[in-house]
């Protein structure tokens, strides 16, 4: 059974950094492209950044683009994300997701880990 | 920056056909894929590259992109099947995933 577990969310001032992860299992972690999405309270999904099995791809939305780094751990079963000069607009649940199998769609995704940014 | 747009919410009657758009330029030349999501839940995926149908996911549950317009559609729509409903494109010349702004579905 496919498990993704967030870890690492919590209360940041503006301006602050926070990291997340993201323990994987069930799976063969190394053969997938890995995502983060968020979704503020009482909002929809936003993508936030996705990585390639192999960290040769990497992408992020312009929102986070310059403030926020994601990056794998292949041999530990683990994605990251590592969040700098946070706003209050960052604030949000944030979801680990795998991609299925190249079809650009996530088939799994964790229970979230929740960031607020608040002073 | 690439953007998708959906209904905020569509209401269908128990039984009846369901259906869900998503409009955005030329996403017949992309693939999308649907999420549902329930209250307190993790969303899940319930149509991918346009119209295929993960495994566990009721046959009800169907999809498809023409010009600018992708459609989900529920046949037969059941109360449980209330929730909202993400599209989501792949944009692969500038940086992969949009989502749409999410459809809530009532079922009365």
């Known amino acids: 059974e496919v498990q993704l577990v967030e870890s690492g969310g919590g209360l940041v001032q503006p301006g602050g950094s926070l990291g997340l992860s993201c323990a994987a299992s069930?799976?063969?972690?190394?053969?997938?492209?890995m995502h983060w999405v968020r979704q503020a309270p009482g909002k929809g999904l936003e993508w936030v950044a996705g990585?390639?099995?192999?960290?040769?791809?990497?992408g992020y939305a312009d929102s986070v683009k310059g403030r926020f780094t994601i990056s794998r751990d292949n041999a530990k079963n683990s994605l990251f994300l590592h969040m700098n000069s946070l706003e209050t607009e960052d604030t949000a649940l944030y979801y680990c997701a795998k991609e299925y199998g190249g079809t650009s769609a996530f088939d799994s995704w964790g229970q979230g880990t929740l960031v607020t940014v608040s002073s | 920056s690439y953007e998708v747009t959906q209904p905020p919410s569509v209401s269908v009657s128990p039984g009846q056909s369901a259906t869900i758009t998503c409009s955005g330029d030329?996403?017949?030349?992309?693939?999308i894929c649907w999420y549902q999501q329930k209250p307190g839940q993790s969303p899940v995926l319930v149509i991918y590259q346009d119209n295929k149908r993960p495994s566990g996911i009721p046959e009800r549950f169907s999809g498809s992109n023409s010009g600018d317009t992708v459609t989900l559609t529920i046949s037969g729509t059941q109360p449980i099947d209330e929730a909202d409903y993400y599209c989501q494109a792949w944009d692969s010349s500038t940086a992969w995933g949009v989502f749409g702004g999410g459809t809530k579905l009532t079922v009365l």
């Open positions: 990585i390639s099995w192999n960290s040769v791809n990497i």
């Open positions: 030329k996403l017949d030349a992309k693939y």
């Open positions: 069930g799976f063969a972690f190394h053969n997938y492209a």
